[in-house]
């Protein structure tokens, strides 16, 4: 992300968001200006606007190794993660004329998947929350184990937004699915697609999510692949867009930069990943060389941009203003509600105690990160680590 400052400035929150391609702006300008059907008409501007959207699902079925007519856009992450949940259970509810069922999902879900389960629960729906070992892996075994006669669905993330664990989808799907096909898998691939290969049809998965802004295209904008045969119910009734499942007019532009941000992510990530897997070791070894310093997440199996810790005696908050002031831009666990420090959901899972979970600190590269921003970042942490020890009442040193 670019700056005017003279100050040395390094965004590393990209699992937050990233910055628009410019070459997905560029494809995109038009769409807001000359190019102004709506899809859903039957004249020539409706038609060539609903080219545009055709041409976006083919890239993005395409990239992800499915068919185009499986993709549905939707307006976020979010509201794919909603609907995927909320519609698998609908079905189901509907399908077995009951109003109990039960779902399986994870202690370190985004909240847009925890959050819909809970709302859930209170409607009278059943809920595990399967835990993670100390490296936020998810063992396949505690998910079949976890399988009841009346279970609806398996929600699991793909790779975690706050320690860039990648956990092993294929596997719990074809475990799942050997003791019962009937059972639905879905995963929020959204810190997955765009950063590492995601193919939905050798995955398994009955349905997954992603989001537009997490890979180079603009906010606003998600998907949702639901395999063909898969029955999800709608969230937003409407007119008859998305083949009748996701009413209101589309977001062409943002589809379309969608679309271009995910070719392109997927044509440069093989070049990208293996300059973005060294930095952030190095990063990662720097860091950890800090005293009580410790790597959350698994050491390999994570993102290639995701480097993430906890700095015993510090709180994170603290740690994210004082960098901020520096010019970096960074993530915690932690976040201040009212007077309260809430820890972060994954770090406790994890078994992390409260005192080490309040200081975490999450740094996401991204193509842009130089091994100069790497030196800056270790710099400032260090000086940032020290300082906050001297005067930390949970301190020692
Ligand atoms: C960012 C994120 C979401 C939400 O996506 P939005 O498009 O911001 O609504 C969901 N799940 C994960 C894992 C995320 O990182």
Known sequence: MSHNHDKKFVYADNAATTSVHPRVLAEMLPLMGEVCGNPSSLHQKGREAKTYIDTARERIASVLGCDAKEIYFTGCGSESDNWAIKGAVQNYLERNKTDKCHIITSKIEHHAVMHTCKALEKKGIDVTYVGVDENAMINPDDVVAAMREDTA????????????????????????????????????????????????????????????????????????????????????????????????????????GMGKALQLASEEMQDDNARLCVLRDDLITKLLALPNARLTGHPTKRLPGTASFTFEYIEGESLLLMLDMMGICASTGSACSSKSLEPSHVLLAMGLPHEI???????????????????????????????LREISPLGRN
């Open 153 to 256: 669905l398996v929600a699991i993330m793909m790779a975690n937004n706050e320690v860039g664990t990648i956990e092993p989808i294929k596997e719990i799907t074809k475990r799942v699915k050997e003791k019962n096909p009937k059972v639905v898998v879905f995963t929020d691939a959204v810190q997955a697609v765009g950063h590492i290969p995601v193919n939905a049809h050798d995955l398994g998965v009955d349905m997954l999510a992603f989001s537009g802004h997490k890979f180079r295209a603009p906010k606003g904008v998600g998907g949702l692949y639901i395999k063909s045969g898969v029955v999800c119910k709608s969230l937003i009734e409407g007119g008859g867009q998305e083949r009748g499942k996701r009413g209101g007019t589309e977001n062409m532009p943002g589809i379309v």
């Open 357 to 387: 979970a309040h200081g975490s600190l999450r740094l996401t590269l991204s193509h842009e990160t130089t091994q100069a921003d790497v030196d800056y970042i270790v710099e400032c942490v260090t000086k940032v680590v020290n300082r």
